[in-house]
């Protein structure tokens, strides 16, 4: 410790420091308004979001001025404390902050806390039952009724049936998918259907089907490696949501709060 | 050792002397004004499972205001864009009134369009722990009763709102907070290949007369700029394109979607400028760069075309909604309908050079209660607590007469459809590939049911019971929403196909709607190409048979065992002239079902109201193919 002292180094910087802080306690002469290119900026940004023209040079030097009589003013109001003990001063400030920290993006999440949200969640990442299949379309039951015997004696059918906007085949649609496309219920009747065969005729809102399932997906838990992005997001909202309560029990850490005695 | 330390304290201290800029909170105060990424113009994304090159038909509604619409707040919707995108997928949500509303089948994209006029204000004048909460005007925000009620603080706010006060509350902390949300929401619902949001709000422009010249604003990626462009900004629409224009160089890519013109009192469809010159080759440019589509149907009526514009079109009088926007001054029928809009765009193009016209189609909902309704047996119109039950809505006579003679609620509502979805035609349910679609007018509209329409236009056309229908068409052809080029000596061939929705009625016919010039003169002329039930179209009339399907008005069954599920056409022009400038769309209609009217009356027991429509012919319209002529 001596030898710091012996420092000059040391004594250098003990007294820029003084003068720094000299300099701050000891009030300025002519106080200065400096408009920065980005300040100029913002308030043409500002004007022009609001007009959606480019300002003039003439307009813009007005608003430049205009924002210098508001700083002027500004700062005065500042300097006579009128910032003080004024509840919608202070309730907008606290608004502010809300805003602000709402909007604020957490730190990343680590992946054990979406784990967590995931697992609590399940529900949300659960895919429903669904079906994968081929059909092929009839206008009449009887030519339908054919064509699903000679599949059943081994003939090839697939390129019988009428065209349609209907697909030849789908793949991974869920019931409700199923009834939007063929008609509430349609669903229902490819329950117990076996795989690998044509089925049918089966009725529907446009005429007669025939079946080829390909295969069943039962209802699974998406792996949470499949909607990290969508657990990730969820579980961002789901902090959001919290956000405006801890930003303030985080603030409120840094602060001993102590109460007048009676 | 004391270098070591000197450097240490040098560190520190400049490190104790920096301003407050490093700290994260105010840094992204800074950079909340959200900016364009350049995610939008990197490599393509993979494709999703259900893509298709030869297209795959979606069904959205591009119309739907929440809780922030200084209009749906005030009337009970408390409902936010996350509600709204969860009631899309298929989530149950509640009415303000009390009810569930939930959809048989799931949509495949949204886009929440709120006004930007006052955006967020209203909500926030309810919230007691808000500062403007304490201006006058907002006084009872936060206790509104019932319909009555709400209705007076609505006409005092508008009123506050349209005078030289209005600036007290046009908080744009508000705005932006409510703003920033919307596209968050957007953006964290949007799961390409499953479901897909749009960003996007309303602005809402009306002309000096008081005309409705309302476009929602829809955006393409997951960025948007600061601040919607409103109404305060300039209620001039050519403004709005200007601003649109600026931002597409940013990397905000937008188009505007124009509705109800219904109401507009041939306003959204002049033919001059805002200012009164004529509509030139700029101003056209400008308007199809900004806005390639129009919402021709949606819950205030549909604008198709009017009885007085086209008196042979014996379906011409479909949801007509005679009256300018939220009030009971009528609106004048010319410059106010699709079809004729059109047609003037063909004319200005004789006389001006310019076609400003050629925008394609869809429909959307306006719903105010974040939830799509069109669905004639599951109506609950679109006004919050306004417009809750029958009564309110004008389909059920009031418990007492409110004068001789005068048994229902003096309401424009009464005029109101459960209409409409967007349709389109895209390779895969993403916004690129739905955006594309839009862009490419390869879209269509319907009163609010699922069929499905194809169209095309070419030379040497396959046939329509052809094994690769769609890809040779594809290939020889132009599809909805394009321009085919005349050819001496040749005449255009046409497909049109339509499917139905396997959840509503069958198919009762397919037409193609004809518009030309003929010596200085719009024409038009409605064809049916394919008919039901065996029918076909009478040569001279080109009209199908009447089917016979009915409704009966006790229980709203219908006729079963008539009807088509699909109609298919290869049609030629049988006037066709190779040197005319004409349009050709496809509508598409169902057999009639009861209209939602209807339904309320017999679910309250009451014949319906008899000078109300009973019943409707659901309908889908696609965009137009041009034919530029030979000169």
Not at chain 1, 141 to 155: D, E, I, P
Request: aromatic share 10%.
């Amino acid at each position: 410790m001596g030898r710091l002292v012996t420092q000059p180094l040391v004594w250098f910087v003990i007294i820029s420091l003084s003068i720094f802080g000299l300099d701050n306690l000891i009030p300025e002469g002519r106080d200065e308004i400096f408009v920065s290119a980005a300040q100029k900026d913002r308030i043409a940004l500002l004007w022009k979001t609001q007009t959606g023209k480019d300002a003039s040079i003439q307009e813009l030097d007005s608003l430049v001025k205009n924002w210098i009589e508001e700083e002027v003013l500004f700062r005065q109001a500042l300097r006579l404390g009128l910032d003080q003990d004024d509840s919608i001063v202070r309730r907008r400030l606290v608004q502010k902050l809300g805003f602000i920290a709402e909007a604020q993006m957490g730190p990343e999440p680590e992946y054990a806390e979406l784990e967590s949200y995931y697992s609590q969640n399940i529900l949300d990442y659960t895919l429903p039952l669904r079906y994968s299949f081929r059909q092929l379309y009839f206008l009449d039951q009887a030519t339908a009724n054919a064509q699903v015997s000679q599949a059943k004696l081994g003939n090839n059918i697939s390129s019988s049936g009428t065209t349609s906007m209907l697909n030849d085949s789908y793949a991974f649609r869920s019931e409700l998918d199923i009834d939007a496309t063929f008609g509430s219920g349609f669903s229902l009747k490819l329950n117990g259907l076996p795989v690998g065969e044509w089925q049918g005729p089966i009725e529907s809102s446009f005429g007669y089907h025939l079946i080829y399932l390909t295969s069943i997906h039962a209802e699974e838990a998406a792996p949470l490696k499949s909607v990290l992005d969508s657990v990730g997001s969820d579980y961002q909202q789901f902090q959001k949501l919290n956000a405006r309560q801890r930003y303030v029990d985080a603030l409120l850490d840094d602060y001993l709060i102590r109460y007048e005695e009676l | 050792m004391t270098r070591f330390l000197s450097l240490i304290l040098i560190v520190s201290i400049s490190a104790s002397c920096s301003d407050n800029t490093s700290d994260p909170l105010v840094q992204q105060s800074s950079e909340l004004a959200l900016k364009a990424t350049d995610t939008a113009a990197e490599t393509p994304a993979a494709r999703t499972a259900g893509y298709n090159e030869e297209r795959n038909a979606y069904f959205g509604d591009l119309h739907v205001h929440t809780m922030y619409s200084f209009d749906a707040f005030i009337f009970g919707t408390t409902s936010s864009p996350s509600d709204a995108y969860t009631f899309a997928k298929g989530g149950k949500i509640t009415h303000p009134a009390g009810f569930d509303m939930q959809l048989d089948v799931p949509l495949d994209f949204y886009g929440v369009t709120d006004h930007a006029f006052y955006l967020g204000v209203l909500r926030e004048m309810a919230n007691p722990l808000s500062e403007i909460s304490k201006h006058e005007v907002a006084a009872g925000m936060s206790t509104l009763g019932g319909a009555i009620q709400r209705g007076e603080k609505f006409n005092e706010i508008l009123a506050f709102l349209r005078s030289p006060r209005a600036n007290e509350v046009n908080d744009p902390v508000i705005g932006k907070s409510a703003w920033q949300d919307i596209i968050a929401t957007a953006n964290r619902h949007n799961d390409p290949g499953n479901f897909t949001t749009f960003i996007g709000y309303e602005y809402t422009a009306t002309y000096s007369d008081g005309g409705n010249l309302h476009r929602n604003v829809i955006y393409r990626d997951d960025v948007a700029p600061e601040l919607p462009f409103s109404r305060l900004d300039s209620a001039n629409p050519e403004d709005l394109w200007d601003w649109m224009d600026a931002n597409r160089e940013r990397g905000f890519e937008s188009l505007a979607i124009p509705h109800n013109s219904n109401g507009s009192n041939g306003s959204m469809f002049m033919m001059t400028d805002f200012s009164g010159n004529p509509l030139d080759g700029a101003y056209a440019d400008q308007r199809m760069r900004n806005e390639p589509l129009v919402e021709i149907t949606q819950v205030k009526g549909t604008s198709d075309t009017h009885p007085a514009l086209s008196p042979n079109d014996e379906w011409a009088d479909f949801e007509i909604m005679p009256f300018q926007v939220a009030s009971f001054r009528s609106s004048q029928p010319n410059g106010s309908y699709v079809r004729e809009a059109y047609l003037n765009g063909l004319k200005n193009e004789e006389e001006n050079g310019a076609n400003p016209y050629k925008f394609g189609i869809i429909g959307s909902s306006d719903t105010h209660n974040a939830t799509y309704a069109g669905d004639e047996d599951d109506y609950w119109s679109k006004v919050g607590l306004r417009d809750s039950d029958g009564v309110r809505r004008g389909s059920v006579p009031l418990r007492e007469p409110r004068a001789p003679g005068e048994n229902y609620a003096e309401t424009y509502f009464n005029t109101w459809s459960a209409s409409g979805l967007a349709g389109v035609w895209a390779e895969e349910n993403t916004r690129a590939s739905i955006f594309d679609s839009f862009r490419r007018k390869e879209t269509f509209g319907t009163s609010g049911t699922r069929m499905r329409v194809r169209f095309f236009a070419g030379y040497d056309l396959p046939l329509i019971d052809d094994n690769d229908l769609i890809t040779k068409a594809y290939e020889n052809g132009v599809a909805m929403g394009s321009d085919l080029l005349a050819s001496a000596g040749k005449e255009p061939e046409f497909i049109a196909w339509v499917s139905r929705d396997p959840n509503s009625a069958a198919l009762q016919r397919l037409q193609i709607i004809k518009g030309w010039m003929e010596d200085g003169e719009a024409m038009e002329e409605v064809y049916d190409v394919a008919c039901s039930d065996g029918g076909s179209v009478d040569p001279i009339t080109h009209r199908c048979p009447d089917n016979g399907a009915q409704v009966n008005l006790d229980d709203c069954s219908i006729t079963r065992g008539l009807g088509a599920a699909e109609l298919r056409a290869n049609w030629k022009d049988p006037d066709y002239d190779v040197s005319q400038n004409a349009f050709y769309y496809v509508r598409a209609m169902e057999n009639p079902t009861c209209r939602w009217s209807t339904w309320d009356a017999i679910r309250a027991g009451v014949e319906p109201r008899p000078d109300m429509a009973a019943t409707l012919q659901e309908r889908a319209w696609s965009s137009p193919i041009w034919i530029t002529p030979v000169r």
